[in-house]
């Protein structure tokens, strides 16, 4: 399971440092275009669990193939190198407004990287609306 924050630096390269604890030994991953502004970030392992999923939905429905496209033509796969850091492609840089300071987090599945901007608004919103979610949440039994 995937949980925890961490504040780290893209290098000159567009290189980011995924903390050990969320490599777990994985030497590859899968990252693409997230919600919210962020990027998902998927093992080898879950990126095909997803991809199941997707080609499960309805191909003649339009916000299907709108999802799919823009979830999978930004997907690319990223090597860890030795030093325990992924490189990210300019385009996905761009979507999630990352330039310099990234927040990684672990999302049980998943690891998202946020701009620093882009979180501290983020989480700023959504620990306002926390409560009301929760109780949301418990009404789904969760």
Request: aromatic content about 10%; proline content about 3%; charged content about 30%.
């Amino acid at each position: 399971m995937l949980t925890g924050q961490y504040d780290h630096s893209l290098d000159g390269k567009n290189r980011l440092f995924i903390p050990a604890k969320l490599r777990q030994n994985v030497r590859k991953f899968i990252i693409t275009s997230g919600l919210e502004g962020c990027l998902f970030v998927y093992t080898p392992d879950n990126w095909k669990k997803i991809t199941e999923r997707l080609r499960a939905l309805p191909l003649t429905k339009a916000d299907a193939r709108k999802f799919m496209r823009t979830f999978l033509s930004g997907a690319s796969e990223c090597d860890v190198d030795d030093q325990g850091r992924i490189l990210i492609p300019k385009n996905l840089c761009s979507y999630a407004n990352i330039r310099k300071e990234a927040i990684v987090v672990g999302v049980l599945d998943r690891i998202e990287i946020w701009s620093k901007s882009n979180w501290e608004r983020y989480r700023k919103e959504a620990e306002n609306k926390f409560v009301e979610v929760a109780e949301k949440l418990v009404d789904l039994g969760i």
